[in-house]
């Protein structure tokens, strides 16, 4: 379920495979060791730095630490095209194909980190993109259950998963606006594109006592990072965070 960093080195030729377009986009063999390690805890000091200079907008100057440990095991190289990877640690944005992309290291911190996920929780995630969000969760949370709607990213993201060993991690294909009612309620949902408003199947399918983080907001123009929680009363409140730009949700909503 939590690969080591040395066992990345023999599973990072198979895990290029979905991206890859064919033999010739296969690099030749890893090294025994990690030669992204610098690189990776350079991110995680790039993703602490930038908790630190906005503290005012989420309330503390420093994530917590089982989530920035998690953030230096995932090897996210591993989750871009291989064209990309030498950017794989730098501390933004980068496209995954489709119109989509795999989020900024801070704003993936952030937002587990938001959601306080606990060892034995289940966790929810609407948008796999090619699921570095749920890599991170799988290491702090018992299951994750992930829907894309692109269906060539959900097949290579658990193709990924797989061969990267996180058992922990479901991927279905499909419309995640409606939640995956079979595997509800969840103890924290994860929204990683942009919606016009909370779905309300999602906040349905959230646990009393639990979280949801969604960035809501126009297509390709600021939005705001919402925390969703829901007290065990079941009484629903959210809370401004700080602005972000994701590309939009799309589905039947």
Not at 21 to 48: E, K, Q
Not at 61 to 84: C, D, K, W
Not at 137 to 166: F, S
């Given at each position: ?39 990776r ?13 906005t ?24 989750f871009?095209?291989p ?15 489709y ?20 060892p ?38 658990a193709?990924?998963?797989?061969l ?12 995640g ?34 979280r ?37 949700l799309?589905?039947?909503?």
């Amino acid at each position: 379920m939590r690969p080591t960093v040395t066992a990345l080195a023999a599973l990072a030729l198979a895990a290029l495979l979905p991206f890859a377009a064919g033999p010739a986009a296969i690099s030749a063999a890893a090294a025994a060791d990690d030669p992204f390690a610098d690189a990776r805890a350079a991110m995680v000091r790039a993703v602490a730095l930038d908790a630190e200079q906005t503290a005012v907008w989420i309330g503390k100057s420093a994530l917590a630490p089982r989530v920035m440990e998690a953030m230096g095991r995932v090897p996210r190289h591993l989750f871009v095209p291989p064209e990309l990877q030498s950017l794989a640690y730098e501390n933004r944005p980068l496209p995954i194909g489709y119109g989509q992309t795999i989020s900024q290291p801070y704003i993936v911190a952030l937002m587990t980190d938001l959601l306080a996920p606990e060892p034995g929780d289940m966790a929810f995630e609407l948008g796999t993109g090619s699921a570095y969000q749920a890599a991170v969760l799988a290491e702090l949370v018992a299951e994750v259950k992930t829907i894309e709607i692109v269906p060539p990213l959900a097949t290579n993201a658990a193709r990924r998963l797989e061969l990267l060993g996180y058992d922990n991690v479901e991927v279905r294909a499909g419309d995640g606006y409606h939640g995956w009612p079979e595997h509800a309620p969840f103890d924290v949902i994860v929204v990683t594109a942009a919606a016009s408003h909370v779905p309300p199947p999602l906040i349905a399918q959230l646990r009393p006592g639990g979280r949801m983080v969604i960035p809501v907001g126009s297509p390709f123009l600021t939005q705001q990072l919402l925390l969703v929680e829901k007290g065990t009363d079941g009484t629903v409140t959210s809370r401004q965070i700080l602005p972000v730009i994701f590309v939009p949700l799309t589905g039947g909503h």
